[in-house]
């Protein structure tokens, strides 16, 4: 069995890429795991940029794969806690993706679409199988997408429940509640047939 790591797949393009591995796949299931990003449309999340890219042009038919791009610039950075994407012909002819170590305070903009791995001030409480002390939410994110049980995480800031942030894996994505202790996310998992 082919095991797709930390792969990123976009909500509007996921059914797009999951249709091709499991037309392309053959008589072989795959195991495909990857952080639910959640996506804020005509957003700009200005400041706090690590990185920046001008990404070329790159079509599947008359599907602009271009943020998908940017989405997994972010995905493979371990710094990155979340991205912007600027749309064409904004600064100029190109999409610009900008990778931020944090995630800034949002604003209304038909110039760019932003997104995040992380659920900023945000806990789910319960279904915990482990926790472990770790000072920023990445660790969280990638010890969840490391185990099986794994589907989703909270990250406890530094000084709450310890001095380091604590982090705790969970079972199950649970109910989502704004709490400014914390940053959580979900990882989705399955198998293609």
């Known amino acids: 069995m082919k095991r797709l790591r930390k792969t990123v797949v976009h909500h509007v393009i996921g059914s797009l890429v999951l249709g091709l591995f499991a037309c392309c796949s053959g008589a072989y299931a795959q195991y495909y795991e990857f952080p639910v990003l959640n996506t804020m449309g ?3 999340l200005p400041g706090n940029d690590i990185q920046h890219y ?3 042009s790159s079509y599947v038919g008359n ?5 998908g791009m940017c989405q997994g610039h972010c995905a493979r950075n371990s710094n990155c806690a979340s991205y912007t994407y600027v749309k064409p012909n904004v600064i100029d002819a190109y ?8 995630i800034p305070a949002a604003y209304s903009n038909s110039c760019c679409n932003s997104g995040s791995f992380f659920e900023a001030d945000t806990d789910r409480a319960g279904a915990d199988y482990r926790s472990f002390n770790s000072n920023q939410p990445r660790v969280c994110m990638d010890a969840c997408m490391d185990e099986s049980q794994c ?4 990250w406890v800031k530094p000084g709450i429940q310890a001095a380091s942030g604590v982090c705790w894996l969970k079972t199950q ?19 293609l047939h």
């Open 95 to 102: 999409p610009h993706c900008y990778l931020k170590n944090t």
């Open 151 to 154: 589907r989703a995480w909270t």
């Open 63 to 67: 599907i602009d794969l271009r943020e």
């Open 42 to 44: 005509n957003t700009d």
């Open 54 to 56: 001008v990404l070329p």
């Open 173 to 191: 994505w649970g109910s989502a509640s704004p709490n400014t202790c914390c940053t959580s996310g979900r990882v989705e998992k399955g198998i």
